[in-house]
C-alpha cells in the first residue's frame, strides 16, 4: 500500500546517505526528510527534477528554540507530499530561495523574514510581506519569545 | 505626441476582503505594460493567536479565516490535529463535512458567478445567481442554523446530524440549482456579447499556470488538471465518483465554464453523499490535549487548494499552525495575467480568481509620472469605465440583460 512512499524513501536514502530515521512515511502521501541545511540545495533540485514533486505547497517556518525550521512541502501530481525540513541557527539565520524556480515562493519566504526573522538570499527586490512598511526593526512576532502586547502597549502610549 | 506612463495603484483597502491587495499598474495608453503587488494589509496574526489558543479554540478562529470558504478552513485545520491525534472519525461525521464542502462550493461559485456579471454589466446574470444562491444559502441555514461559518465541525466529527426530513428538502433545492445552471451554461455558451467580453481577457498559458503555482479554477482554466478532491482524497471523497473540470481557452471565459461545469459535478455528488450516507455516529469524543507530532493537510477550497500545517506538542495548544489560503498562491498569477491587458478589464480580470471579492469599492490613485498630479477614482467608477469602454466597442450587456429578462417573465 505504501509502495510508493518507501521507494522514495529509499531512493532519497541512497542517494544522499541519509539516515533511515531521518525520513519518515508517516502514511499514505505522506513523507518526511529531516535534511541538512548544507545539503538542501541539492536534495531539493532532486526531488523536483528527478522524483517528480513539482508543486510547491507551500513553505513553513517554525521558531525551534536555539534554530530556526523551514519545511518546504512539495507535492506530485498524485498527490504524495515530501515534507523536506532544515533547522538553520537562529543567531544566522540565512537560507537561499527557491523563487526562482518556484515564483510563488517569493510570498512564503516574505513571510518567514517579516514573522521569524529569517535571512533569505538571493530575493528579488521587492515589497515586504505581510507586516505594514512603519513596522518595527527586530521584532518578528512568529518568534516565541516575542508577545502581541509589546507592540499593543507602545501603540497606547503614542496615542495617550 | 507619444503616449505618456502612468502609474496606477489599485486598493488596497476594503473590508469585505480576506486579502486586500495593492496593484501598482504601469499604463501606456490603455495597455498595462507592468504591474506590482503589495499584500498583507489585512494580516490579523490568526496564526499566532492560535499558538495561545486551545485547539477548539483555534477550529472556531481558523473558520473565520474567510467568510466564503471558512468551512474550507476549519475542516483544513481540523483534518490536521485528527491526524496527528489518530481520531477516527465515523463515516457519517465524514460524508457530513464532505456535503457540507459541496454545498459551500456550490454558494461559492454561484456568488461568483454573480460578481463576474456585475464586473462586466451583465446586471441580470447577477440578479439570477443571487437569486438562486439563496436556495442554497437556505439548506445551510437548515443544516447548520448558520448561512456562513456554519460551526459544523468539531474535532473528531461534526456537532449536528442530518435528519431524514431534511434530505428531500436538500434534494428539491438541488433540483432546482441544477436546472438553473443548466440555464447559465446555456447563456455561457450560446450569447455571443459574453463569450467575445470574456475571451481573451486575462490570458494564461498552461505553462505559467504551473509555473507560477496557479491553483483552483484558474489553473483548471489554463487546462491544468489538478484537484486535491482526486489527487489526495480527503474526507470521503476517495469513495464518489466526479470529474475535474478542466478548460483549455485560459482566459476569464475559461475560467467561467470550469466554475459552471463545477456546480454540475456538486450537484452530483451532493446527490451520492445523500444516497451513500451511512448510518451511525457523527463525532468520536476528541482529547483536549493533542499528543506532539505533526501533520499537513490539504483540501480543495472553491478558489484553489488550501494547505494547513499543524504542529503539536502535547499540550492542549498547538505549537505552531500555518494556513496557506489559495488566495495567495494566485495573487502573482494575477500580476501575470493582468500585464499586456487593457485597463478596462482590471476588474474582471482581478474578479475571475475570486479572491473573495463581495463588494469592490476601493480606492484608486493615478499618478501622472510627468506633472506628479495625483487623481483618485474608485473601484465603481474604474468598473462603469471598463464596460463603458467595451460599450463603445460595441460589446453591450444592456440588450442582453433586457432580452434574458423578457425570456425568463415569459416562461
Known amino acids: 500500500m505504501l509502495a510508493e512512499e518507501e521507494k522514495i524513501k ?19 502521501r505522506r513523507i518526511w526528510a529531516d535534511v541538512q541545511a548544507a545539503e538542501f540545495g541539492e536534495i531539493f533540485d532532486y526531488a523536483v527534477d528527478k522524483l517528480g514533486f513539482v508543486i510547491l505547497a507551500t513553505i513553513t517556518g517554525l521558531d525551534e528554540g536555539p534554530t530556526l525550521g523551514v519545511i518546504y512541502h512539495i507535492a506530485r501530481e498524485s498527490g504524495i507530499i515530501l515534507n523536506l525540513h532544515i533547522s538553520v541557527p537562529k543567531d544566522k539565520p540565512v537560507i537561499k530561495t527557491i523563487s526562482a524556480r518556484f515564483p510563488a515562493a517569493d510570498a512564503y519566504e516574505r513571510e518567514m523574514v517579516d514573522l521569524l526573522g529569517m535571512q533569505v538570499e538571493g530575493l528579488p527586490p521587492g515589497n515586504r510581506y505581510p507586516l505594514p512598511d512603519g513596522w518595527p526593526a527586530g521584532q518578528y512576532p512568529l518568534r516565541k519569545d516575542w508577545k502581541s502586547d509589546t507592540i499593543g502597549k507602545t501603540e497606547v502610549t503614542e496615542n495617550a | ?36 503587488v503589495r499584500l498583507g494589509y489585512n494580516h490579523r496574526g490568526i496564526e499566532k493567536a492560535c499558538e495561545q489558543r486551545t485547539y477548539i479554540q483555534d477550529m472556531y478562529l481558523v473558520e473565520r479565516v474567510c467568510g466564503i470558504c471558512s468551512h474550507s478552513h476549519s475542516t483544513c485545520f481540523i483534518q490536521a490535529v485528527e491526524e496527528i491525534a489518530g481520531l477516527q472519525v465515523p463515516k457519517r461525521g465524514l460524508y457530513i463535512r464532505t456535503l457540507i464542502s459541496e454545498l459551500e462550493r456550490i454558494h461559492s461559485h454561484l456568488l461568483w458567478l454573480g460578481v463576474a456579471g456585475h464586473e462586466i454589466g451583465f446586471g441580470t446574470l447577477l440578479m439570477y445567481t443571487w437569486r438562486d444562491r439563496e436556495l442554497v444559502m437556505d439548506i445551510l441555514a437548515l443544516i447548520s442554523g448558520n448561512r456562513v461559518n456554519y460551526g459544523m465541525n468539531t474535532i473528531g466529527g461534526v456537532r449536528r446530524d442530518i435528519t431524514a426530513e431534511q434530505i428531500p428538502q436538500i434534494l428539491s433545492a438541488i433540483d432546482t440549482l441544477e436546472e438553473r445552471t443548466k440555464y447559465y451554461i446555456q447563456v455561457g455558451t450560446q450569447e455571443i456579447t459574453l463569450r467575445e467580453r470574456l475571451s481573451g481577457v486575462g490570458k494564461l498559458s498552461r505553462e505559467d499556470a504551473t509555473h507560477l503555482g496557479a491553483v483552483g479554477p484558474t489553473a483548471r482554466a489554463s487546462g491544468v488538471n489538478r484537484d486535491v478532491r482526486r489527487d489526495d482524497p480527503y474526507a470521503v471523497y476517495g469513495e464518489l465518483s466526479f470529474n475535474v473540470i478542466t478548460d483549455e481557452h485560459s482566459d476569464v471565459y475559461g475560467r467561467t465554464l470550469v466554475r459552471v461545469g463545477e456546480l454540475m459535478e456538486s450537484y452530483k455528488l451532493v446527490r451520492q453523499i445523500l444516497k451513500q450516507m451511512p448510518d451511525g455516529p457523527v463525532v468520536v469524543k476528541a482529547p483536549r490535549k493533542i499528543p506532539a507530532g505533526q501533520a499537513v493537510s490539504r483540501y480543495e477550497a472553491p478558489r484553489g487548494e488550501d494547505v494547513h500545517y499543524v504542529k503539536a506538542n502535547g499540550s492542549d495548544k498547538p505549537e505552531r499552525v500555518k494556513v496557506r489560503a489559495p488566495t495567495l498562491a494566485n495573487v502573482q498569477v494575477v500580476a501575470h495575467m493582468l500585464k499586456d491587458g487593457y485597463l478596462a478589464d482590471t476588474p474582471i480580470v482581478i474578479a475571475a480568481i475570486d479572491p473573495c471579492f463581495s463588494c469592490t469599492d476601493r480606492a484608486i490613485a493615478t499618478t501622472n509620472i510627468d506633472n506628479g498630479r495625483t487623481d483618485r477614482m474608485d473601484w465603481p467608477t474604474l468598473r462603469k469605465y471598463g464596460i463603458d469602454w467595451y460599450s463603445k466597442q460595441g460589446i453591450d450587456f444592456a440588450e442582453l440583460n433586457r432580452k434574458l429578462r423578457t425570456m425568463r417573465e415569459s416562461n
Open chain 2, 1 to 36: 505626441m507619444p503616449e505618456r506612463e502612468v502609474k496606477l495603484t489599485i486598493g488596497p483597502q476594503h473590508p469585505m476582503l480576506k486579502e486586500p491587495e495593492s496593484f501598482l499598474l504601469t499604463l501606456r495608453g490603455e495597455k498595462i505594460t507592468d504591474m506590482t
Open chain 1, 10 to 28: 529509499q531512493q532519497l536514502a541512497e542517494r544522499f546517505g541519509l539516515p533511515a530515521e531521518k525520513i519518515t512515511v508517516q502514511r499514505e
